[in-house]
């Protein structure tokens, strides 16, 4: 294969030369056809081709030096097709010394391309959108460099302006880089509940950068240096003014992510691309350019969520480049704000009037993503992976965020939005019917108390034990201190943080879990082989049992944390009661260490039933657990074989069918029979039906999501349990794939609110 005839960089010369042509004289198209020529000169390639985006995502051909001129204007290419297509759709360079070989290759005879065999091409990037491609074609094998590649990029930066400005492309077709303005409906991930009507707000720079190409290097690293000074200020001062109710967590997102804004490969990058011939600001974009492509080519969560942060900064720093230190100002933040963005940090969705914000729409993003965290405590509705939202949105499009269904609409049609808003009003209507019942007891007409719990995870949840009244928390997740920290946390700091956690719930009480991580919930710091199964691999009390070390300190900081106070502990997956009784020697241990500094007033150890195989020991579970607490998430991924994370089996199984309530009412019967407390703190116990269906079974304690609280209550306060009982029984035997319509039948006959 042919070696790159001796051209190694992109010079400052070239750079001057382009930028004087894109500000001189003349119609666009001719600066753009001079362009290409010189790039194919420059770069010793016969072929260099600018294709330019336009509405309904489509290429076209706007300027070739070597392919055949006919072809210009008449060649065209969708998002996505062919090799041009493939760069555009995943904004990210492609060199290939056999461009045909490669399965996407696209032929176009008219362009007479047959006879170039390799090609490099990159996105042309403005403002964080493909505004076109450019192209170089070799008729050799030639394996292009990653200096070329690089340099190709920088050029295809001084050609944005140009090509975004819509005078290239041919009068015949219509003009625009953001594709129809038709209606559009995208799916992703939930990453927070909620609906929300609104207009677009693109999150970005709203800095269109000017100067691209810098007259003295020297000067621009001294302008990078200031606005790295500028930003290191204002991160030092948003830190301690970040007021969200002081929860704990958000300093520790924000302050890995200020170690970021040191980082030395970071701006390592950027000054050698002002090296090269770029100012400051342009230098920081082709960063950040480069980042997005890192970002797409990383599989692994934690990583990805770490090239945000690093996005976020980016941002930040251009802003301080441009002189100004936050994101869009107020002022041009319309009243109903869905911010859209490719990414985005924690630091960043604070720097948005929290009063103007109704819903965040990412491209990226995970549940566990730190701006998610964030997002939660703000109780914004956020709809995370949502692909290519960001090239297809215009600002101020009117959008729809259905943040439970993980559904974004685009310019939806009138009857949609009126339907939403109907559910927003309807929504807060019931929120306030909801707010009326938070005094009143969790009581059946007919006296039977249901004990209602939150499931909490942060800190910040717990404000929630109050919106509802709840009776206390009845599963505090522990691992997402563990997440977002860069070590394990020591002891002292987990104890602080749960005595933090016992202070916020006062008399009520808290069942905290012992951290549940491993299978699909990694931790940054600890390292564990590959799992073709991770939710039945090494994960919860099998990783505690194994390395005992990491449970003992948990335990250890629960029990001085709850000095004076009771305290309630359970054990996540437990699969035989002898792991059970394992962990609870560890517990006693600790117990038994902490005597002499002061022990809590009271102890309960519990066991999560999760792993079908533990129902069948309960007897002998009873005689050593203080309680069982159904985890019903992962029993009946189990029950079912049903991965619970798989979209397509959500609809799979019902969890009202009978052989769920056969279990479940065994289960029930047996800790009756035992007198020993059963709660159940799946989702299944913030669903009204799915409640109302528990408590004929027999249980009594439920622990849901907060926003559920208030709907279950209403449920069991028009409830009789007197028929219930003895219905659920009935349905247990029946031969059907699900029991729902019955359970609906009933609270219609007997007028409950489900
Ligand atoms: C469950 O499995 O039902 C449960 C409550 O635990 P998690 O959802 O955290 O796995
Ligand atoms: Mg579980």
Not at 109 to 122: A, D, K, W
Not at 698 to 711: D, K, T
Request: hydrophobic residues 45%; charged residues 25%; proline residues 5%.
């Amino acid at each position: 294969m042919a070696q790159a005839p001796g051209w190694s960089g992109v010079s400052r010369q070239l750079l001057r030369r382009l930028r004087d042509i894109m500000a001189g004289a003349g119609a666009a198209q001719e600066r753009l056809d001079r362009v290409v020529k010189i790039i194919a000169a420059e770069m010793v390639a016969e072929v260099c081709s600018a294709y330019v985006r336009r509405a309904g995502d489509i290429l076209e051909l706007c300027a070739t030096e070597g392919l055949r001129p006919e072809a210009v204007h008449r060649t065209t290419l969708r998002i996505g097709e062919g090799l041009v297509g493939d760069i555009a759709a995943e904004a990210r360079p492609l060199a290939l010394a056999d461009a045909q070989a490669h399965p996407n290759f696209a032929y176009r005879p008219e362009t007479g391309e047959e006879i170039f065999h390799s090609l490099m091409g990159v996105p042309i990037l403005r403002e964080g959108r493909v505004q076109g491609v450019l192209v170089v074609q070799n008729r050799t094998q030639r394996q292009y460099t990653e200096e070329e590649v690089e340099a190709l990029e920088t050029i295809a930066m001084v050609l944005a302006e140009l090509v975004a400005s819509n005078e290239l492309l041919s009068r015949s077709t219509p003009a625009g880089g953001a594709g129809p303005a038709l209606p559009l409906r995208l799916t992703g991930v939930k990453i927070c509940g909620g609906i929300a009507l609104g207009r677009a707000v693109l999150h970005q720079p709203s800095i269109a950068i000017k100067r691209v190409v810098a007259e003295d290097p020297e000067t621009e690293l001294k302008r990078l240096r200031d606005a790295v000074q500028g930003l290191h200020d204002a991160l030092d001062t948003m830190m301690s003014a970040a007021d969200l109710s002081g929860a704990g967590e958000h300093r520790d997102v924000l302050e890995a992510y200020r170690m970021f804004a040191e980082d030395r490969g970071w701006l390592g990058r950027i000054r050698e691309a002002i090296r090269s011939g770029l100012t400051a600001e342009a230098a920081v974009q082709k960063v950040q350019n480069d980042t997005r492509v890192r970002m797409h080519q990383v599989e692994d969560d934690y990583l990805r969520e770490r090239l945000n942060d690093l996005e976020d900064l980016n941002n930040r720093l251009l802003q301080h480049l441009a002189g100004g230190g936050t994101a869009t100002p107020p002022a041009e933040l319309p009243e109903d704000a869905v911010l859209v963005a490719h990414s985005m940090g924690p630091a960043e969705l604070l720097d948005y009037d929290r009063k103007r914000l109704r819903a965040v729409v990412l491209e990226e993003g995970s549940p566990t993503a730190h701006v998610s965290i964030v997002a939660r405590a703000l109780d914004i509705p956020v709809v995370g992976r949502v692909k290519d939202v960001f090239s297809r949105v215009d600002p101020l499009d009117p959008m729809i965020i259905d943040g439970d269904m993980a559904v974004v609409m685009l310019r939806p049609a009138e009857e949609a939005k009126q339907t939403y808003a109907n559910a927003v009003s309807q929504r807060a209507e019931r929120r306030a019917s909801y707010a009326k019942l938070k005094d009143l007891p969790s009581i059946t007409k007919d006296g039977v108390a249901i004990s209602l719990n939150i499931n909490a995870g942060l800190l910040l949840d717990l404000a929630h034990l109050d919106d509802g009244n709840a009776e206390g928390v009845g599963l505090y997740r522990t691992e997402i201190p563990f997440m977002i920290r860069s070590a394990f946390p020591d002891v002292a700091a987990q104890e602080a943080l749960y005595r933090q956690v016992l202070e916020r719930a006062g008399d009520r009480p808290v069942t905290f879990r012992t951290l549940d991580v491993g299978g699909d919930k990694v931790l940054p710091y600890f390292t564990s082989e590959h799992e073709d199964n991770p939710a039945m691999g090494w994960r919860a009390i099998r990783i505690a049992l194994d390395r005992p070390f990491m449970l003992r300190q948990q335990l250890r900081a629960l029990v001085r944390a709850a000095k004076g106070r009771d305290l309630r502990v359970m054990f996540p997956l437990v699969a035989e009661v002898a792991e059970f009784a394992e962990a609870r020697r560890i517990f006693e241990l600790e117990i038994e260490r902490a005597r002499k500094k002061g022990l809590p007033r009271s102890v309960a150890a519990g066991a999560m039933l999760e792993v079908p195989a533990l129902a069948f020991q309960l007897p002998a579970l009873f005689g050593v657990a203080d309680f069982v607490s159904v985890g019903s998430n992962d029993l009946i991924q189990f029950l079912f074989a049903a991965d619970r994370g798989s979209p397509r089996m959500a609809e799979r199984y019902d969890v009202l069918s009978p052989p769920v309530l056969t279990f479940l009412g065994q289960l029930a019967e047996s800790a009756a029979g035992a007198g020993k407390p059963l709660a159940l703190c799946g989702e299944m116990a913030g669903n009204p039906l799915e409640a109302m269906a528990l408590i004929g079974l027999g249980f009594r304690i439920l622990s849901m999501a907060p926003p559920s609280v208030g709907p279950v209550k209403a449920m069991v306060r028009s409830l009789d349990t007197g028929r219930l009982g003895e219905f659920v029984r009935g349905l247990r035997q029946l031969p059907s794939h699900s029991v729902r319509e019955a359970m609906r039948t009933f609270a219609r006959d007997y007028n409950v609110l489900v």
